[in-house]
């Protein structure tokens, strides 16, 4: 018999899948790596489980603690998982422009969700890293997970999502293309990679309205680059820990028209049911296209699925509303 001992033993070994039609302009291989297949249908089931793990190891969760995040829903749904199999209580804080079926699903799997305004600085008392970190100080046995400067992040990718691509391209990989939020995913294949073969180019992918691509460039936080964005998932107003830019070659921004029209396309031309992020990345793709060549294989990392985004970036009236169609 083959079966896993619970649901959590279905995470990782994801499936690597060739691009065909959207990519048909690039001289390369373009191979998605096909993140939805994990248990909560993204790739941060793989890293809420090891933030988990650590914590556990480090004494930081005790049994019966309630887990404390601030999480724009995927990473919510991994920490879920886990806390519903380990025994242990999920208080999730997100902003308000996320998606409604997000938030439904985190309730779904038991957790309860606190609901903060978007366009707050990181530092009112009302933004959604201020509230969790208050909630975590508040509540008895609780514990405040962080995903942006929590480095376990980045280890779960080291240790499993880089070792993957690695031998899924029998190590001919030679770009790593990733959208980036915490940089937890960018972070840990692309240190992996390099660690394996040093002339692997680690692209991130951007928004507009996000501080990675000017700071990368120049050293500079410019907090004139920051503004609401309705790109979900990618791009920050803060530096992560997790986001180490040493590693990372260069960066491409992506607009929210593109990345919602891409993500339409990935569905409709490719059969690739995929979030928002993942229009992001392909078109970061397309626009990085004078740095491949023939013979090159590159991969890009889709995060999450379509079914959260049926109210958005697939509903034609949200669509023409913001413009893009
Ligand atoms: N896409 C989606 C849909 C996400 O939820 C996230 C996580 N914020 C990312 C991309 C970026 O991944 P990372 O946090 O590992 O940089």
Request: aromatic share 10%.
């Amino acid at each position: 018999m083959q079966y896993s001992e619970n649901i959590l033993g279905t995470i990782g070994n994801t499936p690597l899948v060739k691009i065909n039609k959207l990519t048909a302009d690039l001289p390369c291989l373009v191979l998605a790596k096909y993140e939805t297949f994990n248990p909560g249908n993204s790739v941060k089931d793989r890293m809420a489980l090891k933030m988990i793990e650590d914590a556990e190891a480090t004494g930081k969760l005790k049994p019966g603690g309630t887990i404390i995040e601030g999480t724009s829903g995927n990473t919510g749904m991994g920490l879920a998982l886990a806390a519903i199999i380990k025994g242990y209580k999920c208080i999730f804080v997100i902003s308000d422009k996320q998606s409604k079926e997000k938030i439904d699903v985190l309730k779904a799997m038991g957790a309860e969700v606190v609901v903060c305004p978007t366009e707050v600085e990181p530092d009112d008392p009302r933004s959604y890293y201020s509230v969790s970190k208050r909630m975590a100080t508040e509540i008895p046995n609780s514990w405040y997970v962080n995903q942006y400067d929590n480095l376990s992040n980045t280890a779960a990718h080291y240790e499993s999502t880089g070792p993957e691509i690695w031998k899924q391209t029998d190590g001919k990989i030679t770009h790593f293309v990733v959208g980036v939020g915490t940089g937890g995913t960018i972070s840990g294949v692309g240190k992996y990679l390099k660690e394996q073969n040093p002339n692997i180019k680690v692209w991130g992918v951007d928004t507009y309205g996000s501080v990675f691509k000017k700071y990368h460039e120049t050293g500079i936080f410019d907090k004139n680059e920051i503004y609401p964005y309705i790109t979900e998932g990618i791009g920050e107003d803060i530096l992560p820990k997790n986001v180490d830019f040493d590693l990372i070659d260069g960066f491409t921004k992506v607009t929210d028209r593109d990345a919602a029209i891409y993500t339409r396309r990935l569905a409709r031309e490719e059969g690739m049911f995929l979030g928002n992020s993942a229009g992001a990345a392909i078109k970061g793709v397309l626009q990085l296209k004078e740095h491949f060549k023939e013979n090159d294989v590159v991969v890009v990392l889709f995060h999450d699925h379509g079914s959260r985004y049926v109210g958005k970036m697939f509903n034609d009236e949200w669509m023409k509303e913001k413009g893009f169609l």
